[in-house]
């Protein structure tokens, strides 16, 4: 479908606007970051973010090639490599833990370095790596989690958690034997590790509750916990009453005060939040992502140091290993969501957003397609060598593996999708190989920055440098000569970077504009 009206004039003008903001970019922040906060798009690849961003704009009524996602507005890019030291292909624990540890490790690992052998709690001892959350809790700031997995889910995990295996996420998950080498679970780590966290919100309950706790809101349900302790009860008593609230609905979580909540904790499903398709809206459902957001920023904000906080948008990767493409792209919807609103209620003078991934999985994106085809849809452009449609999403393998493999035993070809509606949400995208879950992708995952110091992603690297930017820009941990104390005639004392380099080269580029 051609878009009228985008003729020479209009591309031309594009660029120009285009231009305009890359020479405002080459005036480049290097003050400190007070406030640093990453989102995640767990699984989101490049593919993903080219399928989510038609996905979101022809939401918006757009044909969708056009749109621009709220984070593809950051005037620095990079790429970042996501092996782990023993997988190619990676996994979340292994990727998380190099851009919240800075330091890259093996597949499953939470926390350590290249030391530990995985699921031996005796090899840890010289592998433990501090996180940019406790670096930065170690220096006066706030921190916070926010998922829609389970909190203590790979991801979230490595801000906090030091576990040789990912999977040790409550206390009956550990083998006897490590257990006695003294090994915690990583729901433990939540309360004992990380006791200045002030905001951690996601799913997850059953693994902070006993087995003789009844869950809050599934009828006969459980927790998994056989050490009877109820680690929720356990995080609220140590901290201070009248300003600590837990929460595990939505109608509780809009009641927070934030102007007299610094701590709160909401875990608001047994496991994994729900995928936005099935959210319920009510006061008994869920939070969005972007609510969840907006509420954390707001209680992190008050602490005039600033604030480290981290945001996953988890079942992105979940809807790719279902080989349903409609709940990936549209988790990254609510991603797109969730960065805007940071974006709104913060400053670029002060504040480093970056968006990443931890890995991509094997989403194409391809065909003979028009301007504006429906993303889900079927290629409108050609059909394959057999005659039959095929649709512009596809996977190297997964669970859509097994209707091809079916359709080839019973009828000798193809199954023919032209009378099914593949952009219905439990459709499952065909693939080559036929797989119970659909893998990882192994290739680089983009990196989006703005803000303080973003500049520092510039090229192609390795996924562990992600931290230590972080590190360098609020100036937390080591490497410090850069940074600048400024007595303010308190007892605290600020830091912000030399200003007159960036001076300098304002004044170049604003003669530069002179001259053009």
Request: proline share 3%.
């Amino acid at each position: 479908m051609a878009v009228s009206n985008e003729y020479a004039k209009y591309w031309n003008d594009f660029a120009a606007d285009e231009l305009e903001k890359a020479l405002r970019a080459q005036i480049l922040n290097k003050e400190m970051a007070k406030n640093t906060v990453i989102f995640i798009g767990d699984g989101m690849g490049v593919p993903t973010v080219s399928a989510g961003r038609m996905f979101v704009g022809q939401l918006a009524g757009k044909t969708g090639e056009e749109f621009q996602l709220s984070w593809e507005t950051f005037p620095h890019v990079a790429l970042s490599k996501t092996y782990n030291t023993d997988a190619q292909v990676p996994d979340s624990a292994g990727t998380a833990s190099a851009f919240l540890t800075g330091v890259k490790t093996k597949a499953g690992v939470i926390g350590l370095d290249d030391h530990v052998e995985l699921g031996s709690c005796a090899s840890i001892e010289s592998a433990a790596v501090d996180s940019i959350l406790h670096l930065s809790q170690r220096a006066g700031k706030s921190t916070g989690i926010v998922t829609t997995a389970r909190v203590t889910h790979a991801t979230p995990a490595a801000a906090y958690a030091k576990s040789p295996d990912r999977g040790w996420e409550n206390n009956s998950d550990i083998p006897e034997e490590e257990a006695a080498l003294g090994c915690k679970d990583i729901a433990l780590q939540l309360v004992e590790n990380a006791t200045g966290i002030q905001v951690v919100l996601g799913g997850g309950r059953r693994e902070l509750t006993p087995t003789s706790t009844p869950d809050a809101q599934s009828s006969g349900r459980f927790g998994y916990r056989t050490d009877n302790r109820n680690l929720i009860d356990e995080w609220v008593a140590l901290r201070p009453e009248e300003t600590t609230r837990y929460v595990y609905n939505k109608g509780q979580f809009d009641d927070i005060d934030t102007d007299k909540i610094d701590y709160l904790i909401g875990l608001f499903d047994r496991t994994h939040m729900n995928f936005e398709s099935e959210r319920d809206t009510s006061d008994d459902g869920d939070p969005s992502l972007e609510e969840m957001t907006e509420k954390a920023i707001q209680i992190l904000q008050k602490n005039e140091n600033g604030y480290f906080l981290m945001v996953e948008s988890g079942r992105i990767d979940h809807g790719h290993h279902r080989g349903h493409a409609y709940d990936a792209l549209n988790e990254l919807n609510q991603l797109h969501l969730a960065v805007a609103k940071a974006k709104e209620m913060t400053s670029e003078d002060d504040t480093l957003i970056i968006v990443t991934a931890d890995h991509s999985h094997t989403l194409s994106f391809g065909g003979d397609s028009s301007r504006g085809n429906p993303i889900l849809g079927l290629a409108d452009g050609s059909v394959g060598s057999d005659g039959l449609p095929y649709t512009t999403l596809a996977y190297a393998n997964g669970p859509g593996g097994e209707q091809v493999l079916k359709s080839f035993k019973e009828n000798r070809r193809r199954p023919d999708n032209t009378k099914v509606d593949t952009e219905d949400k439990e459709y499952k995208q065909d693939a080559l190989v036929p797989r119970d879950l659909e893998t990882h992708g192994g290739e680089d995952v983009a990196i989006y920055a703005s803000g303080p110091m973003a500049h520092l992603f510039h090229g192609v690297h390795e996924q562990n440098y992600i931290m230590h930017v972080m590190k360098y820009a609020s100036c937390v941990g080591y490497n410090k000569e850069h940074c600048e104390i400024v007595d303010n005639g308190t007892n605290d004392a600020t830091v912000h970077y030399p200003t007159f380099l960036t001076f300098i080269m304002f004044i170049s580029v604003l003669l530069f504009r002179c001259f053009l």
